[in-house]
């Protein structure tokens, strides 16, 4: 039995009605996954973020606190190598781009899961409920696109896809001598 059997008002059917669960699954998929690389960034953040703490708490009790005990050009040397060491952890931070990669990912977590939630309540409803569905399988669609296009993840880090993959071998558009090229 269909899910929405013989009705189809405002032009919903189930081959509609499966590309958006389809889609909504994948936004579930993808949001989990942007989750995951905002967690990791986040994990990679700390092995920046504290040594710079930690010299430059250091670097400001040498430079006020030892004073009596040892002569101002040791000070002097011993704190500029200390901020050169936090220049340099910094620097490397910024050219990993850890911070915005994590900040990335965390908006397109976001997103994805918002338009998960946005195509779960259009099905839960019922059919003479819904909006019209070439209108919204058109936006829905564009703003995924939009989504992925954007997004950072790479096809061998989603192992659960639910949009049909094309084939590694398609046949040839060209003639009709039935050869196979690959993609």
């Given at each position: 039995?269909?899910?929405?059997?013989?009705?189809?008002?405002?032009?919903?059917?189930?081959?509609?009605?499966?590309?958006?669960?389809?889609?909504?699954?994948?936004?579930?998929?993808?949001?989990?996954?942007?989750?995951?690389?905002?967690?990791?960034?986040?994990?990679?953040?700390?092995?920046?973020?504290?040594p710079?703490?930690?010299?430059?708490a250091?670097?400001?009790?040498?430079?006020?606190?030892?004073?009596?005990?040892?002569?101002?050009?040791?000070?002097?040397?011993?704190?500029?190598?200390?901020?050169?060491?936090?220049?340099?952890?910094?620097?490397?931070?910024?050219?990993?781009?850890?911070?915005?990669?994590?900040?990335?990912?965390?908006?397109?977590?976001k997103?994805?899961y918002?338009?998960?939630?946005?195509?779960?309540?259009?099905?839960?409803?019922?059919?003479?409920q819904?909006?019209?569905?070439?209108?919204?399988?058109?936006?829905?669609?564009?703003?995924?696109?939009?989504?992925?296009?954007?997004?950072?993840?790479?096809?061998?880090?989603?192992a659960?896809?639910?949009?049909?993959?094309?084939?590694?071998?398609?046949?040839?558009?060209?003639?009709?001598?039935?050869?196979?090229?690959?993609?």
């Amino acid at each position: 039995m269909s899910v929405l059997g013989d009705d189809l008002r405002n032009g919903w059917n189930d081959h509609n009605f499966a590309i958006l669960e389809r889609m909504r699954k994948n936004c579930v998929l993808y949001s989990k996954l942007h989750r995951h690389e905002f967690l990791a960034y986040q994990r990679q953040l700390k092995y920046f973020k504290v040594p710079v703490i930690f010299f430059s708490a250091i670097n400001s009790v040498i430079s006020v606190g030892l004073t009596e005990y040892l002569s101002q050009n040791y000070i002097s040397i011993t704190s500029c190598g200390l901020a050169l060491l936090c220049g340099i952890i910094t620097s490397v931070e910024l050219y990993l781009g850890i911070n915005s990669n994590m900040t990335n990912e965390l908006d397109k977590s976001k997103e994805f899961y918002l338009l998960s939630v946005k195509l779960f309540k259009e099905l839960a409803l019922e059919v003479y409920q819904r909006a019209d569905c070439k209108t919204f399988l058109e936006q829905a669609l564009a703003e995924y696109c939009k989504l992925i296009e954007t997004s950072n993840l790479t096809h061998n880090k989603i192992a659960d896809d639910c949009l049909q993959p094309l084939p590694e071998k398609m046949p040839s558009l060209v003639g009709d001598s039935g050869s196979e090229n690959n993609i």
